[in-house]
């Protein structure tokens, strides 16, 4: 199933005072002939002090910008927006640190996502953010959970994103129309799983990702009309696992990838449809592990792939080695 795209808000209502400006229940008080002219300041104010230094006022502003976006939604794109600044914003924190109860920072942040991520569960419910833009790269994110999330539409970026928990997590989560951006992901990111997500149109893309320790774990995930896209990825002692994938439509591409050392697991895969392509893959013996993997339909390519020695035989690939053609159309195709 494919859902209609949310239009994506460039105009504002004025949130400054719900009551004054909304009803108890929500109900626009614009016809008002009362009402304030330009509605759109007091929404400029609250962004304004959710970037804002003080916590307790970024609280409150998050607070009643998703309340706003709740009732309104003709503010919702400004809202996501908003949220994602917020959320992308520096904040102290060390790489695999563990914040302490009495740091209040974290669990601010973790609310925040939260608030979204609750928002991307059901793409037909009336307070739906499914299909906006979310741009959350780099961001530093406490309690990365988007499980079971529905990306309707829209662009989402992830790039040099990581958890403090060391995991970011998608599992169950359905790619409907979007365009998600995971490219160059790196172990130092954490765990990224992606078990038993659901691609069936759009692209999800983790082009030239460099994986020398870590895991991305995409167990059970199904390929049924979207493009899961691994181009030119550089797999150097991390998992990439696979195991019980089923490709019965779109595309599942590990084109122009060097599988050097580490994992990659297609253990009792499923290929009934679509196309999954290792052409042009380099890979070290005992790398690619396809045991108990089933076509019975659709394309498997493997043209021009050979094998290679291992990362501890072999000449490390330089860091700015030429791109191949199927990553530079999976980039241009993310923009």
Do not use: K
């Not at 400029?44 to 970024?58: F, H, I, K, S, W």
């Not at 499914?130 to 989402?156: I, K, M, N, Q």
């Amino acid at each position: 199933m494919t859902l209609p795209r949310q239009r994506h808000a460039r105009h504002a209502d004025d949130p400054q005072a719900l009551d004054a400006l909304y009803g108890p229940d929500g109900s626009d008080a614009a016809s008002d002939p009362e009402a304030p002219a330009r509605p759109d300041a007091g929404l400029d104010l609250l962004v304004e002090r959710l970037a804002g230094p003080d916590e307790e006022v970024r609280s409150r502003a998050l607070r009643e910008l998703v309340a706003l976006a709740d009732v309104r939604p003709g503010v919702r794109g400004v809202v996501v927006r908003a949220v994602c600044a917020y959320l992308r914003s520096p904040w102290a924190v060390e790489r695999g640190e563990r914040p302490g109860a009495a740091w209040r920072e974290p669990e601010r942040r973790r609310d925040a996502l939260a608030l979204l991520t609750e928002r991307l569960r059901d793409p037909l419910g009336p307070v739906s953010w499914s299909g906006y833009d979310l741009d959350l790269s780099g961001a530093v994110l406490a309690g990365a959970d988007f499980s079971g999330c529905w990306f309707t539409g829209g662009r989402v970026r992830l790039e040099g994103a990581w958890a403090v928990e060391g995991r970011i997590a998608f599992d169950g989560a359905r790619f409907d129309g979007a365009l998600v951006s995971l490219r160059h992901w790196t172990g130092g990111q954490g765990t990224l799983s992606l078990r038993g997500a659901q691609f069936s149109s759009g692209v999800v893309s983790l082009a030239g990702a460099v994986l020398d320790e870590g895991t991305v774990d995409a167990t059970d995930a199904v390929v049924d009309g979207g493009t899961l896209a691994f181009t030119d990825a550089h797999l150097v002692g991390g998992v990439v696992d696979l195991s019980r994938v089923t490709v019965s439509d779109g595309l599942l591409t590990f084109a122009d990838a060097w599988l050097r050392s580490g994992h990659l697991l297609l253990v009792d895969a499923r290929f009934t449809g679509g196309l999954t392509t290792l052409r042009d893959v380099r890979a070290a013996d005992g790398v690619l592990v396809t045991e108990g993997a089933l076509l019975t339909g659709g394309n498997v390519d493997v043209g021009n792939s050979r094998a290679i020695p291992h990362a501890a035989e072999a000449e490390a690939v330089p860091a700015t080695r030429p791109r191949g053609r199927r990553a530079r159309r999976d980039a241009e195709a993310l923009g």
